[in-house]
């Protein structure tokens, strides 16, 4: 794809410039929030995956079994996929 020319743009007292492409963009940028973009992951469907709660503390009392299937990511709910989607626009 070849490159957008500069476009020129008329200063007063006769003087042009040349505005960088940058310029022209949509601003500004959503930003991420940091702490969704550390806890949620993307699939390649794209849909969110976050990580299963229970796993933190008095792990003697549950079985082998049940630690290791907490340790599976779990996808976020359709009823709050559209919330969090806002929090994350590029992940």
């Given at each position: 794809m070849a490159p957008i020319?500069?476009?020129?743009s008329?200063?007063?007292?006769?003087a042009?410039?040349?505005?960088?492409?940058?310029e022209t963009d949509d601003m500004p940028k959503m930003k991420t929030k940091r702490g969704a973009r550390k806890r949620l992951k993307r699939t390649a469907?794209?849909?969110?995956?976050?990580a299963g709660g229970w796993k933190q503390?008095?792990?003697?009392?549950?079985?082998?079994?049940?630690?290791?299937?907490?340790?599976?990511?779990?996808?976020?709910?359709?009823?709050?996929?559209?919330r969090l989607q806002v929090l994350v626009p590029y992940l």
């Open positions: 020319p500069p476009i020129r008329e200063r007063p007292g006769g042009v410039a040349l505005l960088d492409n940058r469907s794209g849909k969110l995956m976050r503390h008095k792990l003697e009392g549950k079985s082998p079994k049940r630690r290791r299937r907490l340790r599976a990511k779990k996808l976020i709910d359709r009823a709050d996929q559209a």
